[in-house]
């Protein structure tokens, strides 16, 4: 039982670029959700998604876009990256209490 | 609206040592209470979590946290810290209003000397 899987682990962009993370989960979920992690902020909700096909946007969700055509897969876009989005990104799914967390991604934007 | 707040972004203790990490909530319905750790290059596990019923909490590796609703705290206890302890700590608190968005505090590293 895999759990969730964010894909890819590392990456570094340069400024304007684009590309998608990917989250998959094996739990059947409901709800999933975005977070990025900066030192001293904690964990900020990017988006979420309350079951496929639906997104909602959380509390930073500026300079990012997310879909969820499939229950089990949630992506994260970023279309122009920014160094400001430099961060370590971390997918969860839940059933509406205890999170599970992907093992995050390191984005680092040049 | 709800939201966490953390005391104390470092936390140093010795090994064998009581561990008291520290978390107030606001919240204007009954809370949904969690603590989660981070070890490095890690995703976060969950230690303990309180959503109804007993009001001490034991989780896993020791520790346990115990919901006061008169202090509106919830605070993390271990009563030995061991090395394997060193980490970062999560508060966190269940939006209840549409997603079940989990808000987190800030977090706490928590440094264990020998």
């Known amino acids: 039982n895999a759990g969730v899987t964010q894909t890819p682990k590392f990456r570094v962009l340069k400024t304007g670029q684009s590309m998608t993370l990917l989250c998959a989960q094996d739990?059947?979920?409901?709800?999933m959700y975005w977070y990025r992690q900066d030192p001293g902020m904690g964990l900020r909700l990017i988006h979420y998604s309350v079951g496929e096909g639906t997104t909602a946007k959380g509390e930073v969700p500026d300079g990012y876009n997310v879909s969820r055509l499939k229950k089990q897969n949630f992506l994260l876009g970023l279309e122009s990256a920014a160094p400001s989005q430099t961060s370590v990104y971390f997918c969860?799914?839940?059933?509406?209490?205890?999170?599970?967390f992907g093992q995050g991604t390191r984005l680092t934007v040049v | 609206a709800q939201s966490v707040t953390q005391l104390g972004s470092h936390v140093s203790v010795s090994e064998g040592a009581l561990v008291l990490l520290r978390c107030n909530y606001s919240s204007s319905v009954p809370p949904y209470l969690f603590w989660y750790v981070q070890y490095p290059n890690q995703g976060l596990q969950l230690l303990l979590k309180?959503?109804?019923?007993?009001?001490l909490v034991k989780g896993i590796n020791g520790f346990e946290a115990e919901f006061k609703k008169s202090e509106t705290s919830f605070h993390l206890t271990k009563p030995s810290a061991h090395m394997s302890d060193a980490a970062e700590y999560f508060c966190a608190v269940i939006l209840n209003t549409g997603g079940f968005k989990t808000i987190f505090g800030a977090g706490t590293r928590l440094f264990v000397k020998a």
């Open positions: 309180y959503t109804t019923g007993a009001t």
């Open positions: 969860a799914s839940s059933t509406g209490a205890e999170a599970f």
């Open positions: 739990m059947n979920h409901e709800y």
